[in-house]
């Protein structure tokens, strides 16, 4: 067994499964987890900062600290389990999420990180949440997965006769602009 061999099966999630599922890039993969578990430390350091404000009488400011921690909290659970494994139902909650599609965990991410914003725009909330909302955006896009090849994306362009916005015919009457792009030249 190679040095590799050994960092990966160290790196392994209990219970995951050694072929891939999906088609997603396994860096993608790495810069969600990554940003997400980096995204849950300082948006919890930058909570705890904003609840500090409470001393100047800033009321928002503490309810989006006290949010940004319960989101970094819970983003923690789902991306770094091995950070919260002194509570025994989180290894369930992660496999759970991980076992639902990439957009779900998008979706919620998003959400998780909106509220503080709205409630107290400051840098701590503004950089704290946008970790976490990246972190979403980043799992966005593994749920759109990989772009098509280019011949499906010329068949699936190539219309039955090319017209231009006008409606007028082009000078073919199969032309796409991937086959001949000076067709459709502004004149």
């Known amino acids: ?18 072929v891939a599922k999906d088609d997603v890039p396994w860096w993608l993969k790495t810069a969600g987890r990554g940003v997400g578990t980096v995204g849950g430390f300082i948006a919890a350091l930058l909570g705890i900062w904003n609840c500090v404000s409470i001393l100047t009488g800033n009321v ?16 923690l659970c789902v991306e770094a389990p091995c950070c919260c494994m002194f509570i025994d139902q989180v290894q369930r ?12 965990r998008a979706l919620g991410y998003v959400i998780l990180a909106i509220p503080p914003v709205i409630l107290d725009f400051a840098f701590s909330t503004f950089f704290g949440s946008g970790l976490i909302f990246a972190t979403g955006i980043i799992y966005g896009m593994m749920a759109l997965g990989r772009k098509a090849s280019r011949e499906d994306m010329a068949a699936v362009a190539s219309p039955q006769m090319a017209t231009s916005p006008s409606g007028m015919q082009g000078d073919h009457q199969r032309a796409t ?11």
């Open 1 to 18: 067994m190679s040095i590799q061999d050994k960092i990966s099966a160290l790196m392994a999630r209990p219970g995951q499964d050694l």
């Open 60 to 75: 928002s400011g503490l309810i989006a600290g006290m949010w940004q921690i319960v989101a970094s909290f819970i983003v």
């Open 93 to 104: 909650f992660s496999d759970m999420v991980d076992n639902r599609p990439y957009w779900n």
């Open 177 to 187: 602009l991937m086959e001949d792009p000076d067709v459709w030249r502004p004149s």
